[in-house]
């Protein structure tokens, strides 16, 4: 499945959805309907609206912990918690494997300044560097799924 999960998001990424786009949708497209997903998801790319912030794949994989292990109900505290815990540490393991968390950090560009936008994207660093972020963020994500019991079947 973590193969599997990790292709669809590649696919998803090169028809021209967002990294945030990809990794949700290749988690929650057969849960979830396809067009929310993508409608909810659709703005995180580029760092949050191109703004250079924490790249879309983390944002998208956020997502998929956050709808299977976040709370519902303003009574699951604990579920509040253990959702946040399980966040930090996928985090913490993303820096660890890419030394940043935000899209300026991993390309080393501010993308927020189109300039420095267009010279990413003549340099094919979208292209090159971003595939392997959204691979291992659902390549990680899949992890997570495999080794922390689900809170709730959805």
Known sequence: MKIIVAERALSLFSEGFSCSQSVALAFLEKTVDPAIIAALSASYGGGM????????AIS?????????????????????????GLVQTWVS?????????????????????????LLAKEQGLFASRCPRFVQKAAEMTQQWLEVYPISRSR
């Open 49 to 56: 609206g191109r703004s250079g912030q924490t790249c879309g």
């Open 60 to 84: 998208g994989a956020v997502m998929v912990i956050g709808y299977y292990y976040g709370q519902c109900a303003p009574i699951e505290s604990e579920k509040k918690e253990r959702a946040y």
């Open 93 to 117: 393991a993303f820096r660890e494997e890419f030394g940043h968390t935000t899209c300026n950090g991993l390309l080393g560009f501010d993308i927020g300044i189109e300039s420095q936008r």
